[in-house]
């Protein structure tokens, strides 16, 4: 038998021990103190004293002893698991007794086995505190229509490709598609059963951003980021007559505030610059665009050597122009002529070149465009796209911007203070956010009403890694330009059910799960596995029903006589 500890440095705790003292000792004293009863009455009458004096006593202290669970196993299921799938589970585990959640929720006492199979993962953390004295078993259960895993990158850079990632079982396939406002940026057609799927789009908007993802015509959830602003490129242009199309994306490059510096040669020793938001700098630019003719120039490969990019396009004869372009770059790009075609339209306003780049080791492919990156000392891209302007021409300047950012977002150096986050956070559990190729930063990173401090990782010490929790959800900023969504850690929102709700009620199911087995078996390591024992206790009710009738008995018993 155990008693809880008691807290002497209450107050209130040495008052009730004296009261319970005096309740001991004077009704003994008063007792023994009458002459005109005998010593029997008075025997009768000190033991139901001290038969009160314990029930009190009992009350206060809530004595507790450990009992032995008999050995045996329980299936206990979540209430969206089919019944069908319940019974041909507790066949296959040979289980005997079932218990739906809501009856486990009902039950008053502890399970009287010292084994559970939990089945499905819709169990709140109440629930599961009862079951710490138990041996536990997890059998998920996926739910058609409903997300499993979902990844996605809670701090990006505008250009940066978000991915998307996850897996879902679907029983009759569909088409899973991510939403940028009612604009489609990505799909896939998932198969039946559980399936991996993986999405990416190149972030073109800035600050606080979201997407849907949507299952046929089922939204499952909003995923929620933030895209930092791009740092701005040295850009030049080296062209022997720089046309409208050039002249159009030298316009838009520096309207995004990057330095951009157009070279127009007229003729031998005879040319023209324009600049662009000039700077001071007199360093190689960050990317360097050229057409075949000029791949021979000497800034080309003065800035692949010292780990720059170049962009090739204008290409008119792909077959013969890849070829030259392998010749002095050094790169071993291969295009195949689409038979039948005389040119490949991409969008109303946008075509490109009957061809396409052959995969290979090493060869990055801008996904939904003709555009191949291949490293050689720096990064050569080649664009097989016609003219581009049409598009600004249309208007439609969100497909002209997202067309360029996807193109030089792989042509980008490495920025400085890069921020990762995995999403989704969740509010209440823990978080990292690491910073890369850090520069100058502070020694504590504040987020919402948190402070985290800023470590470096032992591996790079141009790495910092902070960790913390939160207890709000919602956008929570960071430091003074960026933020972070924190998502509930008990959804609730039934629009989303087989969404990022799903995904949190599995993951803390599963935690909780490999927190108390981590538990469980460090005893076993040893020797033999425990015997499993719940703690059984006197209940409140039972103590006062025996105060109650010990009291009538002393009030009765004077009147016997």
Excluded: C
Aim: aromatic fraction near 6%; avoid cysteine.
């Amino acid at each position: 038998m155990t008693i809880p500890a008691l807290d002497w440095n209450v107050p209130a705790t040495w008052l009730l021990a004296v009261l319970i003292g005096v309740l001991l000792v004077l009704p003994i004293w008063l007792i023994s103190r009458q002459r005109a009863v005998s010593t029997t009455r008075k025997a009768v009458r000190i033991a139901l004293h001290g038969l009160l004096w314990l029930a009190v006593l009992g009350l206060w202290l809530q004595p507790r002893w450990q009992q032995s669970l008999p050995s045996g196993s329980l299936l206990l299921a979540a209430d969206n698991v089919p019944g069908a799938y319940v019974r041909e589970t507790a066949t296959k585990l040979a289980a005997k007794t079932t218990l739906s959640a809501s009856a486990f929720r009902a039950l008053k006492t502890t399970l009287p086995v010292d084994t559970v199979w939990l089945l499905g993962q819709v169990f709140s953390g109440g629930e599961l505190s009862k079951l710490s004295r138990q041996v536990l078993k997890w059998l998920p259960y996926n739910a058609p229509g409903q997300l499993q895993q979902l990844r996605w990158k809670g701090v990006v850079r505008q250009g940066e490709q978000q991915t998307v990632s996850g897996k879902m079982n679907t029983p009759a396939g569909g088409i899973l598609r991510l939403r940028f406002g009612q604009r489609t940026v990505d799909s896939t057609r998932v198969a039946a059963d559980n399936q991996s799927f993986r999405l990416s789009y190149v972030a073109f908007s800035q600050g606080r951003t979201q997407l849907t993802l949507w299952l046929d015509k089922t939204l499952l959830d909003t995923l929620r980021f933030v895209a930092r602003p791009a740092e701005k490129l040295r850009i030049r242009f080296v062209l022997d007559a720089p046309d409208f199309e050039t002249r159009a994306l030298a316009d838009w490059l520096g309207q995004q505030g990057n330095t951009v510096e157009l070279t127009n040669r007229l003729s031998k020793g005879i040319g023209s610059e324009l600049t662009i938001n000039k700077t001071t700098a007199s360093a190689l630019p960050d990317l360097v665009v050229t057409d075949p003719a000029n791949v021979t120039n000497p800034l080309v490969n003065k800035a692949l050597v010292a780990g720059k990019s170049v962009l090739v396009l204008n290409v008119s004869r792909p077959d013969i122009d890849v070829s030259a372009i392998n010749r002095v770059l050094r790169t071993g790009l291969q295009v195949r002529r689409i038979p039948g075609k005389d040119t490949i339209r991409i969008s109303p306003d946008l075509t490109a070149l009957p061809f396409r780049f052959q995969p290979m080791p090493g060869l990055l492919l801008i996904p939904g465009y003709p555009v191949a990156v291949q490293p050689a000392g720096g990064r050569v891209a080649v664009t097989l796209l016609a003219e581009t302007f049409p598009l600004r021409l249309s208007g439609d300047t969100t497909a002209y911007a997202r067309l360029w950012q996807s193109v030089l977002a792989p042509l980008r150096p490495v920025g400085q203070n890069n921020i990762q986050v995995d999403a989704p956070v969740l509010s209440g559990q823990p978080t990292t956010i690491n910073v890369n190729n850090a520069g100058t930063l502070p020694t504590r990173l504040r987020v919402g009403a948190d402070s985290l401090a800023l470590q470096a990782t032992p591996v790079n010490t141009r790495s910092y890694a902070a960790t913390g929790r939160f207890a709000k959800s919602g956008w929570l900023p960071v430091q003074d330009t960026l933020a972070l969504y924190a998502y509930s850690n008990v959804p609730d929102d039934a629009a989303t059910k087989d969404g990022l709700a799903a995904v949190v009620q599995r993951e803390q199911v599963a935690n909780w799960v490999r927190a108390h087995r981590r538990y469980d078996a460090a005893p076993s390591q040893s020797g033999p596995a425990p015997v499993r024992t719940i703690e059984k206790a006197i209940p409140d009710w039972g103590w006062l029903f025996g105060i109650a009738l010990l009291l009538t008995a002393l009030w009765v018993e004077p009147k016997l006589g």
